[in-house]
């Protein structure tokens, strides 16, 4: 086998192995995060919390601002508070605290301080959002499971679909693997599990499969997003946290945007302590 015949071929066994490394760790994760979404409470407040901590730690090794230990202790300290504070129900206490959270971490970054609020928000905004669409006790999982499972076959359709159709690319300059294809696959596989909770009775066609489809178009955005940042940045991966996988941005990019959506819908729809209804009752 000559030279330019044994790279490709190494290429694709590092891609398969790579996806084999991926599907691994996905089926060890995926339960784990089923699990504790499903006891809600302080477990699942916990585990948001922590993986917002990191959502912020990497958004400012994404940007350069993580050499300031200042900035990155002030505002993991502030999300950590904020998290014990929705623990205990005291949702105004957590926005209060993420708000002086947010200010402080501008006033210590030296530079780049816009880039390092907008990434204090975004991890608060996943925070506070993954743990209102839980907070109903009757409708909240379902919510939840209906946003994972969403976001996670819109990831698969899409990847599947851009492997095996190809075709034109969604947005090269900022993401040059995407393809209309994979994005119209993720998409199609979305409305595809919201019909299944349809027909498992929960919620009316219409809205459910409209629910479905938004939530699916945010994940992608939310993607497209995390991409643009990094490109600005010339990053390849948030970090390499999760193995096969890159960061947790990397992994949650989608989940993120596609949960404030659902959380903003839902609250303006049934209020803080009803957001999963508001989701699912119609």
Known sequence: MTEDEAAPAATAEQGS??????VIVSVVLAPTALAIAYAG???WTA???????GLYV???MIVGVARERRVVVAGGVAVA???LC?????IDAALIVLALGCAAVTWLSPERRLWTAAGFFYASAAEVASVLVRLDQLWGFVALILILLVVWVTD???FFAGRGIGGPKLWPRVSPKKTWAGAVGGFVASLAVAGGFVALGFGKPGPVLLLGALLSIASQLGDLFESAVKRRFGVKDSSDMIPGHGGLMDRLDGFVAAVVMAAIFGLLRSGVDG???GLMVW
């Open 156 to 158: 698969i359709g899409g």
């Open 86 to 90: 929705l623990a205990s129900g005291r």
């Open 17 to 22: 192995r790579n996806l084999l490394l991926r």
């Open 81 to 83: 508070i904020s998290g």
């Open 47 to 53: 585990l948001v919390t922590l993986a917002s901590i």
């Open 58 to 60: 990497e958004w400012l």
């Open 275 to 277: 957001v999963g209804r």
């Open 41 to 43: 409470g302080w477990l």
